[in-house]
């Protein structure tokens, strides 16, 4: 497609299970981020891939956060145990190097 | 260390007339990018400028304009005659040129309320 994909648009989830966001980058962009915009706040950086490597996990909350990129493409974000405090909209930005980033639309997820 | 401050958090104007919003940054690098996004209520960040830290220039695109200053570490981004398509809350932020580090730090944003 054109732009960034995030899937699922919105989650809901109990407190304490597992979820898995999804984002599909621009084809051909190298670089891949996540963020995190919770109410109110900015945005706060996750993690970067470049390729399928990520230089740069530093703003990983928890250990309860991974992430992976396949193939130099697709990045799946995962949350294990779920807590209040990860509700958000998460989301993805892709880029070449040198150039300025595209935003997906993001996730809403909201852990009850 | 990198950190970028919009101290205004809201600021709401009629339309037509003018609103400069307000970013300054710190960042020990020499060289670096400063971006301006705006998030319409849809949610979606829209990229709006980048700016290289070597280019001092000021831009000008339509009614938007802004203003670079390497010496007070602002880059500051005004609006003229204003209009209600843009409220949105805007987001000022600062990315390294260089290095393994490229996320983008952003400022917390403001929100830009045009009333008709």
């Known amino acids: 497609g054109a732009g960034v994909s995030q899937s699922p648009s919105n989650k809901v989830t109990e407190k304490g299970k597992d979820v898995e966001l999804r984002c599909d980058p621009i084809?051909?962009?190298?670089?891949l981020y996540w963020y995190r915009q919770s109410l109110g706040q900015g945005l706060e950086f996750l993690i970067y891939f470049q390729g399928n490597s990520a230089p740069d996990k530093s703003g990983l909350p928890s250990d309860r956060f991974s992430a992976e990129r396949t193939g130099g493409s697709v990045s799946t974000l995962t949350i294990q145990r779920t807590q209040q405090e990860d509700s958000a909209v998460y989301l993805c930005a892709s880029s070449l190097v040198g150039t300025s980033y595209t935003f997906g639309p993001g996730t809403r997820l909201t852990v009850l | 260390a990198q950190k970028v401050t919009q101290a205004q958090t809201e600021i709401s104007v009629v339309e037509k007339e003018d609103v400069t919003l307000d970013c300054v940054y710190e960042?020990?690098?020499?060289?670096?990018?400063l971006f301006w996004y705006k998030q319409p209520p849809s949610g979606e960040l829209v990229f709006l400028i980048r700016r290289n830290s070597f280019d001092e220039q000021n831009e000008i695109s339509g009614r938007y304009s802004w203003n670079f200053q390497k010496s007070t570490s602002s880059f500051n981004f005004t609006i003229t005659a204003s209009q209600v398509v843009d409220s949105a809350v805007y987001f000022c932020a600062l990315k390294a040129r260089t290095g393994a580090n490229s996320k983008l730090t952003f400022g917390k944003g403001i929100t830009l309320s045009v009333r008709p």
């Open positions: 084809s051909g962009h190298t670089a």
């Open positions: 960042t020990r690098d020499t060289t670096y990018y």
